[in-house]
């Protein structure tokens, strides 16, 4: 349920952002059919890339995300790209988007080999999507040192902190935890037990599985007054 609940925050999000820019590209296109710009070539193209969980124990979920960003950077090719004020021309221009995707089976095995092959690609990738956890918690330090803008799912601590350049949309999978133990020890007390309850965790043994039990979340729970 927790899962469930965490994607759906993620998928509404997420939604709302490409609908926010998809809105910005329709108004653009028309501003720039009337300047001419659909009448050019496209001056050239940005790149983005995603690495995910497209066939592994997690892709239920997060097919659905890679999904609806191929969509809609399908949809904003098809209506003529990315239209922009060119600040050296002086006039509206237009480029395209290529995305690029890797599939790392919710595994972290995979994960350098697939970023060096889309990070390197041409041209420069601007930004990329770390659906996967393990994919999320590994590239941080690499998405820094490239400057390639992160964003990921929710994970565990190491995609946000320290600081780098990578951005969640979400909590972290040890706040969610720590939340629903809030909530279910107040639920526990409010319905008249007095004894200690019981906390385990009954997961995968994968990055996405272990990312919620860390010993912050672990200390947070047992001071709640579960016996994990």
Known sequence: MMRMKMNVWLILLSLGIFMAGSSFVMFGHALAKEKGALDRDPIGSVAIFEINDLTGPTSDSCVPHHNGIWDVVRDVNEKGGIIYNDPKMGKKERVMIKFGWGDNKAQAGPVPTLYERLANASPKPIMCYMGSSAAAETVPPWTKRDKIVQISGPSGQPTWYPPMWSFTVTPDYPADA????????????????TEAPGWAWFTLDIPFGRAPIKPESEAYIKSLGFKI
Do not use: E, F
């Open 178 to 193: 720590c939340t629903a133990a809030w909530w279910a020890m107040k639920d526990w007390k409010s319905k008249g037990h």
